[in-house]
T-cell receptor, first 113, second 114 residues
Framework: KAGVTQTPRYLIKTRGQQVTLSCSPI?????VSWYQQTPGQGLQFLFE???????NKGNFPGRFSGRQFSNSRSEMNVSTLELGDSALYLC????????????FGPGTRLTVL | AQKITQTQPGMFVQEKEAVTLDCTYD???????LFWYKQPSSGEMIFLIY??????QNATEGRYSLNFQKARKSANLVISASQLGDSAMYFC???????????FGKGTRLHILP
């Protein structure tokens, strides 16, 4: 069974631009969660999607948004990029909403210049 | 206040020794879950073990066990017979029943010495 895949793996953008990250969950998993990891703030929850609906959201500004498609694939969008958005963005999938066992992808390393 | 506290930023342990990684948590919700994840230098997070607040027994998964002391709000990870491949960052995390978000601790970097 294929694991969680994230594309692209690396991304360099400049301030003010926008970016879209993609996550394909494990086949059959319907829940996708997104996290931001930085050296200063550690791992922080962004949002969780289940069956195309956002069921939970962390404390991030509205520039961070996401969506989930009918095949459970999810995208995360960050608009008007700031230097502080440079981070590793991790996606995790689980069978059920609020699933206890989450499987993480390799992450997308975003650098904002 | 921090909800998940990992007091050991880094640890050095000799190969084959047992390791205990500390984690304390803070919640007033009677329903919660506690997790441990491993993050090698490659960056991918690997799920290790889960303990529910109502579970009577400590969780175990192979060489990993979770020492759950509810009254002390402690959920330490024990790795028996450590191996060089155990060198990684380890994160303790909690999901509270009321809002269902997962909160991570700052992590402990474990170095296994040959």
């Amino acid at each position: 069974k294929a694991g969680v895949t994230q594309t692209p793996r690396y991304l360099i953008k400049t301030r003010g631009q926008q970016v879209t990250l993609s996550c394909s969950p494990i086949s059959g998993h319907r829940s996708v969660s997104w996290y931001q990891q930085t050296p200063g703030q550690g791992l922080q929850f962004l949002f969780e999607y289940f069956s195309e609906t956002q069921r939970n959201k962390g404390n991030f500004p509205g520039r961070f948004s996401g969506r989930q498609f009918s095949n459970s694939r999810s995208e995360m969008n960050v608009s008007t990029l700031e230097l502080g958005d440079s981070a590793l963005y991790l996606c995790a999938s689980s069978l059920y909403k609020g699933g206890d066992e989450q499987f993480f992808g390799p992450g997308t390393r975003l650098t904002v210049l | 206040a921090q909800k998940i506290t990992q007091t050991q930023p880094g640890m050095f342990v000799q190969e084959k020794e047992a390791v205990t990684l500390d984690c304390t948590y803070d919640t007033s919700d009677p329903s919660y879950g506690l997790f441990w994840y491993k993050q090698p230098s490659s960056g991918e997070m690997i799920f290790l073990i889960y303990q529910g607040s109502y579970d009577q027994q400590n969780a175990t998964e192979g060489r990993y066990s979770l020492n759950f002391q509810k009254a002390r709000k402690s959920a330490n990870l024990v790795i028996s017979a450590s191996q060089l491949g155990d060198s990684a960052m380890y994160f303790c995390a909690m999901r509270e029943g009321r809002d269902d978000k997962i909160i991570f601790g700052k992590g402990t970097r474990l170095h296994i010495l040959p």
